[in-house]
């Protein structure tokens, strides 16, 4: 067996990672192009504009409205679903807080459901026990990339009269039976923050799926104050309360130049994240993720499972062990489940008050959804990037395998 360099052997990765620059002269170009419009206001300018006839093209969609955050995307889409004060919206324990905050500021309650043990995605038959009287939309989250199986959360979403909002954050590009992510629900929410597959700095997209221009209207009413503009009218009647989530010109315009970079970005982390898989299958000791067949995920980041029958490390031994290896990797992915944040625990979202939570029968204990808080205890996160090589590639997977084979169980 091979020394493990965590106890002096040789590591398994030698050189660099692969890396590249993201952004370059075609985002400078369009930046440049936007300040000499004089304006760079989104309403008066082109690039936001031009930013979003190109993501519709490239989905397939005809209406969609641009935030300045994806957490900004999440909360247009509760607005414009009407999610509204004591509603209950069945949501993933395990997701960014980004998703949870639009919730709560329409003064609705998240309500979690359980996820599937291998795609880290909410099980439909766990979203299904969870839906009351008050029951108003679900946020599906296609974590890591992976998409949701939507055809049965849609199915129950027509059947209970539900709206579903996709938080696409970690999705471009992500297809599930050939469909892509973020145009199946009736909203589809995107970031561009630093972090996501492509940048503006901060931003996000909302997609409105019913084609109804009118639904379209009142998304994109309420990131603008609930301000009206379309063409060369303003409309300022305020019948309800909304945000100023306006994406400004300059965001745009690196968003253009971004969207071009998106379908090879998304390929590369594609086959790199496919191939971590194959590599890792089968493994004893590793439990890969799962990818349906006829499905596409694009790999915000890779994440496995530790099957702790079979090894005799724990998983902070593993982690720091394929960190000697040369490998950077993280102990899960947020430290617990969502409902055990202060947050949920001691219903308090407004300092001082328990609305909207009085409203509600929702609960937020320990062992609510057992599976996802086994996904957080025994994950192991492994950071991708698209301009990873083959090689990088193939030393992760031996770097995994070679901790697994130091630390099985043998009889
Ligand atoms: C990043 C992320 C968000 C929030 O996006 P921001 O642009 O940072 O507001 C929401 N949901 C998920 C799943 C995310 O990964």
Redesign the pocket.
């Known amino acids: 067996m091979e020394a493990l360099a965590i106890r002096g052997g040789v590591p398994v990765k030698s050189g660099p990672f692969g890396t590249g620059k993201r952004f370059g002269s075609e985002e400078a170009e369009q930046l440049l192009e936007a300040l000499e419009q004089n304006t760079l206001f989104y309403h008066f300018g082109g690039k936001v504009k031009q930013f979003l006839n190109d993501f519709n093209e490239m989905y397939g969609v005809t209406y969609s409205v641009a935030t300045s ?6 909360h247009v889409a509760m607005g414009a679903a009407g999610v509204t004060v004591g509603d209950e919206v069945i949501t993933s324990p395990i ?2 807080q ?2 949870l905050v639009g919730i709560l500021y329409q003064n609705a309650i998240p309500v979690f459901a359980d996820l599937e043990p291998d795609t880290y995605n909410m099980d439909p038959r766990s979203i299904e026990s969870r839906i009351t009287e008050r029951t108003k939309a679900i946020v599906v ?1 296609h ?1 890591t990339g992976n998409p949701c199986d939507m055809d049965p959360i849609m199915d129950l979403a027509r059947r209970h009269n539900l709206k579903v909002i996709e ?1 696409c ?2 999705a471009y590009l992500t297809r599930y039976k050939g469909r892509l992510v973020g145009t199946i629900g009736d909203y589809g ?1 995107f ?3 630093d ?2 597959h492509i940048s503006t700095g ?3 997209i909302v997609t409105v799926n019913s084609g109804e221009e009118a639904d379209y209207h009142t998304a994109h009413a309420f990131a603008d104050k609930n301000y009206r503009r379309f063409g060369t009218t303003v409309q300022r009647d305020l019948h309800a309360v909304a945000p100023n989530y306006r994406m400004t010109e300059l965001q745009g315009a690196v968003g253009i130049a971004q969207l071009k970079k998106l379908e090879w970005i998304c390929s590369s982390r594609t086959r790199t994240g496919d191939r971590i898989t194959e590599g890792l299958s089968g493994h004893p000791g590793i439990l890969p993720p799962r990818v349906d067949p006829g499905n596409v995920c694009t790999y ?1 980041f890779y994440m496995l499972r530790l099957d702790g029958s079979q090894l005799t490390c724990t998983r902070d031994e593993f982690c720091e062990a394929l960190l000697a290896e040369g490998i950077p990797n993280r102990a899960g992915y947020i430290p617990d489940v969502c409902y055990m944040q202060p947050i949920f625990q001691e219903k308090q979202a407004y300092p001082g008050s328990h609305f909207p939570f009085e409203l509600s029968d929702a609960t937020y204990e320990r062992g609510l959804c057992p599976t996802a808080e086994r996904i957080l205890q025994t994950a192991v996160q492994i950071p991708i990037s698209e301009f990873y090589s083959d090689q990088d590639v193939d030393d992760i997977v031996r770097a995994v395998r070679k901790v697994a084979d130091f630390y099985l169980k043998r009889s």
Request: glycine share 16%; proline share 0%.
């Open positions: 955050s994806g957490t900004a995307a999440l997701t960014d980004g998703t989250v974590l938080d954050a970690q929410c970031s561009t923050n972090f996501k901060d931003g996000g915000w």
